[in-house]
Nanobody, 124 residues
Framework: QVQLVESGGGLVQAGGSLRLSCAAS????????MGWFRQAPGKEREFVAG????????YFGDSVKGRSTISRDNAKNTVYLQMSSLKPEDTAVYYC?????????????????WGQGTQVTVSS
């Protein structure tokens, strides 16, 4: 069983930056591909970014491409999502997810474990 705990959300003004963290309680963190998703009220959960187990490959959704980075520290069992140039439409609950086999995917139901989410609100 893998437990994921997100942190770092909050209220930020448009144009600002935020770094989200996701800490995993697992002994073999590096074997998991990690993803960040978000869900705004009334909308489906969407892929934001993903990173493979070693951290060498990263992937981004079109909505954040060019203004976000994803990284991981396998020694700390933590994955990070750095977002900049934030827009009001970035407002959502952000979730991290772990996938044991198959690498990063943009498909929600292909991840094995999910965190509880952290709220990000961007004011205009």
């Amino acid at each position: 069983q893998v437990q994921l705990v997100e942190s770092g959300g909050g209220l930020v003004q448009a144009g600002g930056s935020l770094r989200l963290s996701c800490a995993a309680s697992v002994r073999t963190f590096s074997v998991y591909a990690m993803g960040w998703f978000r869900q705004a009220p009334g909308k489906e959960r969407e892929f934001v970014a993903g990173v493979n187990g070693s951290g060498g490959r990263t992937y981004f959704g079109d909505s954040v491409k060019g203004r976000s980075t994803i990284s991981r520290d396998n020694a700390k069992n933590t994955v990070y999502l750095q977002m900049s140039s934030l827009k009001p439409e970035d407002t959502a609950v952000y979730y991290c997810a772990a996938r044991r086999y198959g690498g990063v995917t943009t498909t929600v139901n292909e991840y094995d474990y999910w965190g509880q989410g952290t709220q990000v609100t961007v004011s205009s």
